[in-house]
């Protein structure tokens, strides 16, 4: 069991802030997501709930249990690197025995744990093998299999697959998912990479100069993005935002976009300013009527799918449609928004205006 409770958390380094009160919680058992571009508070946050660093305040829990300010050896929270450094001059057998070994363990208890972590990776007829002639995949399992055969609370993982090349890193991304599936261990696992977050992870904290923009599960974050930042990160291409000037109520569903009424989830305030109707690139349909028009600016085929840019009276949108629709460059098009898929935001704060659609789902 590990349950892990990050509440009101802040880091400063001197006068830097790297991280601003941030709470969330990582159930037990689950594969999360802390995803946000270089430099937010990652790595910081990361280290925090390992230990590795002291927060200025706020607290920590792990079941229950308040563990801010206590050293990493108290707290069984496995922090793992890049996934590389492996002890070259040992075979495989004695670099996953290692943590074991150093921790004094019986030798009979140490076999029958890398025994059992040898298992679940496959490579147990590789186990007297030299690690220096080894597959780079081969060297990926013996790595993970060092770091999970001790067995802790839970895991950090910190961009473990960041240096590997696309191919590889695809495959070594479903092999943790898999593993983690197999051991249940709660797992932290930091990455910059919106589309490895919303593929492993169960949910997803994401980050922005060192403020929790949102936490969910990768649906609500995609589908009911709290502020422009996180519609904008998460997708490819990312949301539509389309800027206007009005005053909307509560209880509004219609929004005027440059004299064109669009239907929109049903507001729960009121605001007025700089608004921005927020659609993503697959919410839009091209229509030959429709009084809400564009110029094709480009296609982009994508086999099945194609992204159409379009010019609009309130700014260039991207329109994901299928290829067998036929689109020219310099056609006038007709858009019709799915309006239960709208988000509206308060362009001055950037933060998703409260609607039908995004009810109960939880701001930064
Ligand atoms: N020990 C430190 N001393 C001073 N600044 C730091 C320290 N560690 C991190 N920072 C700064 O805090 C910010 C967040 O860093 P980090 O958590 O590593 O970001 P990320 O992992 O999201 O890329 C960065 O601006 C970084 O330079
Ligand atoms: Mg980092």
Do not use: W
């Not at 590789?126 to 790595?143: E, K, N």
């Not at 055969?149 to 910190?158: I, T």
């Not at 800027?243 to 569903?253: H, Q």
């Amino acid at each position: 069991m590990a349950e892990i409770v990050v509440q009101n958390v802040r880091k400063e380094f001197g006068d830097f802030v790297a991280v601003r009160e941030s709470s969330f919680t990582v159930g037990d058992g689950e594969f999360f997501m802390l995803l946000g571009p270089s430099g937010c508070g990652k790595t910081t946050t990361l280290r925090m709930i390992a230990g590795l660093e002291l927060p200025t305040s706020g607290e920590i829990y792990l079941d229950g249990e308040e563990i801010s300010q206590q050293p990493p050896s108290e707290r069984d929270i496995a922090f793992v690197f890049q996934m590389f450094a492996l002890y070259p001059h040992m075979n495989v057998r004695k670099n996953i025995s290692y943590p074991l070994v150093s921790q004094g363990m019986p030798r009979a208890q140490v076999r029958e744990k890398v025994a059992e972590v040898a298992r679940i990776l496959g490579i147990g007829d590789i186990l007297d093998r030299p690690v220096g002639g080894l597959s780079g995949g081969d060297r990926q399992r013996v790595a993970l299999g060092r770091a999970i055969v001790r067995v802790p609370k839970a895991f950090m993982m910190d961009e473990p697959l960041g240096a590997l090349d696309a191919e590889f890193r695809e495959r070594m991304a479903e092999e943790l998912r898999a593993l983690h599936d197999r051991m249940g261990a709660t797992t932290v696992y930091v990455t910059h990479d919106q589309l490895e977050a919303m593929q492993m992870g169960d949910k997803i904290v994401v980050m922005n100069n060192a403020v929790v923009e949102q936490f969910g599960t990768p649906q609500e974050i995609y589908d009911k993005p709290a502020t422009m930042f996180v519609a904008d990160f998460i997708g490819s291409p990312p949301m539509n935002f389309l800027g206007f000037s009005g005053t909307l109520a509560s209880g509004d569903t219609v929004a005027e976009l440059g004299g064109h009424q669009m239907a929109m989830p049903e507001l729960r305030e009121s605001v007025a300013g700089n608004l921005v109707f927020g659609v993503r690139p697959e919410h839009i349909q091209l229509v030959t009527d429709g009084s809400y028009r564009g110029e094709v600016l480009a296609t982009e085929y994508l086999g099945t799918t194609q992204v159409v840019t379009i010019r609009t009276p309130n700014g260039e949108v991207k329109a994901r449609i299928n290829s067998d629709q036929p689109v020219k460059m310099g056609e006038a098009v007709g858009l019709a928004f799915n309006p239960a898929t709208v988000t509206l935001f308060d362009e001055g704060t950037g933060r998703a205006l409260r609607s039908s659609l995004n009810e109960g789902v939880l701001h930064g």
